[in-house]
């Protein structure tokens, strides 16, 4: 590591950190955050060249794969410039932010002085502002509002699905994974009497809780840490279970992306396999899938119907929507040529007879 000041050029900071050095910063904050900025673009472009060379000659999974390999490293070089906090987690840097409350939201209090990636920084600056912010969710004519390393609902796609699916029951349901709470509410909302939210991590669940609050559902969803089914109380099985887990089969690079990629696809599996214990019968499990993982080869559509058949399980039906996010459109995105041909469903599955 080496203290570095306003002086230092952009392709002296790359060059350090291709290198290995970390940089620990002690000049302007603000120019720290161009000189950050600068520093992606460098990484960005030799990703590009090394990207555009790889579509030419490989597979779509050796496509995905690269592209996650230039994430890892992105995250990893961005990472090494460093800012130094006080006790208190302000910045002692000119022009710096008062960001206390964004940095205690994000990483709660160190009790000394420490050293922490500028990019972090930066990422919990913006997830408060998220979470002062929130985000509207047509549907239930209200903002859920997410917490720093909890995905936020900007695929409403997914929100959609569940808001216009046939209700199998109003008694009861479980959420499975519930992240900020919003396929819970939504539930709530079309007039489920009782859900039980669940997710492992704890900042998921804390707010969930404060969503659920807000929207006025607090009487009827209860939010639980579980991995996966709720594991105790009065209710262990409901005829209707909904979860949209990780919809890619690969290491998450950072906290949030584990909203997004699934090693081995095991939230995926644990849940299919768990429901014969856990869905009455009658009754429907919604499986909300993004199909993208076959497009990048790397889960097959007969896979995914094997995993049913084994799990004892039928296909009731299966709604299909195509997404609209920005990077559908987005022709510089590396994989947009699969990201263009997805599709995005929701499962209804039951037991077999």
């Known amino acids: 590591m080496i203290v570095v000041r306003d002086?230092?050029?952009?392709?002296t900071a790359y060059r350090y950190v291709c290198e290995g050095t970390a940089l620990l910063w002690r000049g302007d904050f603000q120019n720290a955050r161009q000189l950050l900025d600068a520093m992606a673009r460098?990484?960005?472009r030799k990703?590009?060249?090394a990207m555009r060379t790889t579509g030419e000659q490989r597979s779509p999974a050796d496509v995905f794969h690269r592209y996650r390999m230039d994430a890892s490293r992105r995250a990893r070089l961005l990472g090494m410039l460093l800012i130094e906090l006080e006790p208190d987690c302000s910045i002692p840097l000119k022009r710096a932010p008062d960001a206390e409350r964004a940095i205690l939201e994000a990483f709660g209090r160190f009790g000394s002085s420490s050293v922490i990636p500028?990019?972090?920084?930066?990422?919990?600056?913006g997830a408060h502002e998220w979470?002062?912010?929130?985000?509207?969710?047509?549907?239930l004519e209200a903002r859920v509002h997410p917490h720093y390393g909890v995905f936020s609902p900007i695929r409403r796609e997914f929100v959609d699905l569940v808001a216009a699916a046939p209700l199998p029951s109003r008694d009861l349901a479980f959420d499975i994974g519930t992240g900020t709470g919003v396929l819970a509410a939504v539930l709530a909302k079309r007039g489920v009497e009782r859900v039980v939210a669940t997710d492992v991590e704890l900042r998921a669940v804390t707010c969930a809780r404060e969503n659920i609050e807000r929207l006025g559902f607090a009487g009827r969803v209860e939010v639980v840490q579980a991995d996966l089914f709720p594991d105790d109380g009065e209710a262990t099985k409901a005829?209707?279970?909904?979860?949209?887990?990780p919809w890619i089969p690969s290491k998450a690079v950072t906290s949030l992306e584990r909203a997004v990629y699934d090693p081995k696809g095991g939230m995926l599996h644990?849940?299919?396999?768990?429901l014969s214990a856990h869905l009455t019968s009658?009754?429907?499990?919604?499986?909300?899938?993004?199909?993208l993982a076959e497009h990048l080869g790397l889960r097959s559509r007969k896979d995914l119907l094997v995993a049913f058949e084994s799990a004892d399980l039928k296909v009731e039906g299966k709604i299909d929507v195509r997404p609209e996010h920005p990077r559908v459109r987005d022709e510089r995105d590396p994989l947009h040529v699969y990201r263009r041909e997805e599709t995005v469903s929701l499962w209804r599955l039951a037991h077999r007879p």
């Open 270 to 274: 644990g849940f299919i396999k768990g």
């Open 118 to 125: 500028m990019r972090e920084i930066l990422g919990a600056i």
């Open 42 to 44: 460098r990484v960005d």
């Open 131 to 139: 979470r002062k912010k929130g985000v509207e969710i047509p549907f």
């Open 239 to 245: 005829p209707l279970i909904v979860c949209n887990p």
């Open 282 to 291: 009658p009754g429907e499990a919604w499986l909300l899938l993004s199909d």
């Open 47 to 49: 990703s590009r060249k």
């Open 7 to 11: 002086t230092i050029t952009a392709d």
